[in-house]
Structure formats: structure tokens, C-alpha cells
């Protein structure tokens, strides 16, 4: 009798290796990392994408390497490994040129048997993750994973530490090499246009953020202590399910009315300690340019006065999307509390409330292989805190249940 296969027996001959930027980046080159960066140093970007065979047909390891070595000269801050600064103890990035790891991983299921039984668990063996620390000069800040299946198609697996930018700099790094794949796939040299990857500078604002939550100091090993077990699930909304959810609401958008839907939910269910202040994060529309690598998402709380879980459902939408006024965009308030300490404590983000994250805008479809989009995509956050976080994300062009796909 041939005992039952375990998950963690699908992906197996795990191959490492290093990929770093093709010209030398230079002697002495450092990233300051801003207080906004030091905040989301306890949290993490998954991206999982899935090709069909056709899309990576004539695409080998060495080309997808080849690619990511032009890529990583625009990119070179990836490559860098964390140092702390000798008289304050502050942590920035020392860009030396270590690299990426780069990941390579076999599966026995076809691209389609894995997506029918596609669950949260089986995801995570798409991604490889190591957390940075205890030993901070030796940890890669990026890993990236592409596991073969068996019909030939693969997946890209991509584990992105928060303090290099969020998940948009994530979609905007990724696609950038799927350009890179196309050019080196016809024979062409691709065009090295160095990144913009300063931030922009923020005023001091007065009051303490709502949006940031101070957490034990965890020293060199950035790993998250949760309170309680967590656990990640996710499901679809079809295009009827919303209209029928917009009927009931009003005139919001579909990403409004799922956060009220679901704020009011999880009130019911901690009835006593239900959540009176939930963080939203969107796109910043004036940080459009896909060369930047950044925190530059905005974060806003919004705070009811009223029982959640005995609310209109209309009125909990129309609280959310009234609350659009830079007055409520947290990220000055963040960087003056972090800096106040000179980046010396901790703080997390995603779960100090609970928190929705808009990624309809995200770009998640932008990245092809010869020629084809993902037959999906999807994005998650490894490190959140107690109260939870929402992903709101598009589901492929065409697909059976098209419009949005909601991680929890």
C-alpha cells in the first residue's frame, strides 16, 4: 500500500542559486531606508504567478536568469543585504551586489490539477521565504522560485521583504522583467535606464498613527510574534455577486462595498470586540511611474462612531468611500513616530487593525511570457498582526468567475 502523498512532498529538487546585477553597482553605495520602510520591516510580499506551457515555450532557466541580470542593474537596492549603522544602531541597506536568490523546483502536477486543488497551504510551497535575520548580513531580501510542472508549464514564485516597497513596487518589479525576457529572447540588449528609488520626503505631522501599531522588539531576527494562530484563506466574488452586493449598497465601488461587507462580518462575530477603526491602502495615483520602488502607498483609518455590527451596510460604504481626504492619510504621522526613535522601535502595519489592501490597480496581469498573460495571480502578506488583513484582487481577464478575487 502506497501511503498518501503530503504537500510538502509535491515540490521537490530545490535548487539555489544567486543572480546579481550584470555591471558593478560601486564602492560604498548605500540605501538609507526611511521610517515609512523601517515600519514594514515585520511583513513580507508573496506574488505567485502561473504560465501555461505555451507561455514559456523556448523560455529556459538561463534565459529568465540572463533577463534578471540587466533587470538587477535598474534594481540593485534588491541585492543589497541589511547593516546597521554603527553609532545609532539604525538599519540600511549595503548595496554590494549579493544578489537575489533564485530558486528552481519540480512539481508532478500539471499547471491545471494544482489550480483545481489550489489552496493557501499548497502556495506557500510555490514561494520560498526565509524571514530576514538573526544574521542580517547574510540574508537575501528577495527570493524568487520557478517551480516545472509537469505539462510543462511553470509557476513564479516571489517572497519580497516590505522594507524594499509595497506590493505595487513588487507588480512593477516583476513585470519590468518580463520586458527584460522579451528582448532577451529576440536577441536584443535591453535599454539600462537607472530607477528613481528615493523617497519623498514627508513633513512631521502631529498625533500618533492609528495605523501603526508598536510590537516587542524583536533584535536582529524580523519574525512577527503573533497572540494568536493565524490563518490565510481566500475566495472569489463573480461579477453577479457584486452587482448584487452594489444593488444593495449604493453608488460605491465594488472595493467599498467588499470592505464593508466585511467589516460589518467580522463585528457580528467578535461581538464585545468588534473593530471600531479599520486601515485602508490604495495606490497613490502620484506615484504612477513604474520605475519607482517604494512604500509610497497611501494608508488611511477610518474610525466609526457607530456599533458596526449593527450597522447599514450603505452607511459603512459610504463612510469608507467619504474618507478619501489627505486629513486621513497616516503616512507623514508614521514616519514622524518612527523617526522620534531614531528607527530603534519596532511597529507593524498590516493586522494592527484590521486592514483592507486595494490591488484592483496593482497591475498583477502586466507581466507575459511570450506574449501570454498568468493563467493567475495571486498576492499575499506573510507577518500580520492579530486583527487580520484583506487583499483585494483581480482575477484574470475572461476567467469563470471575473472581476475580483478576495484574500483573507
Not at 48 to 68: D, P
Not at 167 to 192: C, D, E, K, R, T
Not at 207 to 236: I, R, Y
Request: hydrophobic letters at 40%.
Amino acid at each position: 500500500m502506497v501511503p498518501p502523498q503530503q504537500d510538502h512532498d509535491l515540490v521537490y529538487n530545490l535548487r539555489l542559486s544567486s543572480v546579481g546585477p550584470g555591471c558593478v553597482t560601486g564602492s560604498d553605495v548605500v540605501h538609507d531606508l526611511s521610517g515609512l520602510d523601517l515600519t514594514m520591516k515585520l511583513h513580507y510580499l508573496k506574488a505567485v504567478y502561473f504560465f501555461s506551457s505555451h507561455a514559456v515555450e523556448g523560455l529556459t532557466i538561463m534565459n529568465m536568469k540572463e533577463a534578471m541580470f540587466y533587470l538587477l542593474n535598474d534594481y540593485y537596492i534588491t541585492c543589497g543585504r541589511i547593516k546597521r549603522s554603527e553609532s545609532s544602531g539604525r538599519p540600511y541597506i549595503k548595496c554590494n551586489d549579493c544578489g537575489i536568490r533564485f530558486v528552481e523546483g519540480v512539481c508532478d502536477e500539471t499547471v491545471d490539477e494544482w489550480l483545481e486543488t489550489d489552496d493557501d497551504s499548497k502556495r506557500n510551497l510555490l514561494v520560498y521565504h526565509r524571514a530576514i535575520g538573526p544574521e542580517l548580513s547574510f540574508s537575501p531580501l528577495v527570493y524568487l522560485q520557478v517551480t516545472q510542472f509537469k505539462c510543462g508549464g511553470i509557476s513564479l514564485g516571489l517572497s519580497w521583504a516590505h522594507i524594499l516597497g509595497d506590493a505595487f513596487s513588487v507588480s512593477n518589479f516583476i513585470n519590468n522583467w518580463g520586458q527584460h525576457m522579451a528582448m532577451v529572447n529576440v536577441n536584443s540588449s535591453p535599454a539600462l535606464a537607472p530607477r528613481s528609488l528615493t523617497n519623498t520626503a514627508k513633513p512631521e505631522a502631529p498625533g500618533e498613527p492609528l495605523s501603526a501599531k508598536q510590537v516587542n522588539h524583536v533584535g536582529d531576527l524580523w519574525v512577527l510574534a503573533n497572540n494568536c494562530k493565524m490563518e490565510t484563506f481566500s475566495f472569489n466574488l463573480t461579477t453577479q455577486h457584486l452587482s448584487n452586493l452594489q444593488a444593495k449598497i449604493g453608488s460605491v465601488s465594488a472595493f467599498d462595498s467588499i470592505c464593508a461587507l466585511l467589516w460589518r462580518a467580522i463585528a457580528k462575530v467578535r461581538e464585545g470586540f468588534e473593530p471600531q477603526i479599520v486601515t485602508v491602502c490604495r495606490k497613490d495615483p502620484c506615484h504612477d511611474d513604474n520605475n519607482v520602488l517604494g512604500n509610497n502607498q497611501i494608508i488611511r483609518t477610518i474610525k466609526a462612531s457607530f456599533l458596526v455590527g449593527e450597522s447599514d451596510l450603505n452607511k459603512l460604504a459610504t463612510l469608507i468611500a467619504n474618507d478619501q481626504g489627505q486629513v486621513c492619510d497616516e503616512r507623514n504621522r508614521i514616519e514622524a513616530a518612527v523617526e522620534k526613535d531614531n528607527g530603534s522601535t519596532d511597529y507593524i502595519v498590516y493586522g494592527s487593525n484590521l486592514t483592507f489592501v486595494n490591488l484592483e490597480n496593482a497591475g498583477l496581469y502586466e507581466l507575459e511570457l511570450n506574449g501570454e498573460k498568468p493563467k493567475l495571480a495571486y498576492y499575499s502578506i506573510q507577518g500580520v498582526g492579530d486583527e487580520g488583513a484583506v487583499l483585494i484582487l483581480p482575477l484574470p481577464h475572461g476567467s469563470a468567475a471575473e472581476n475580483e478575487d478576495l484574500h483573507a
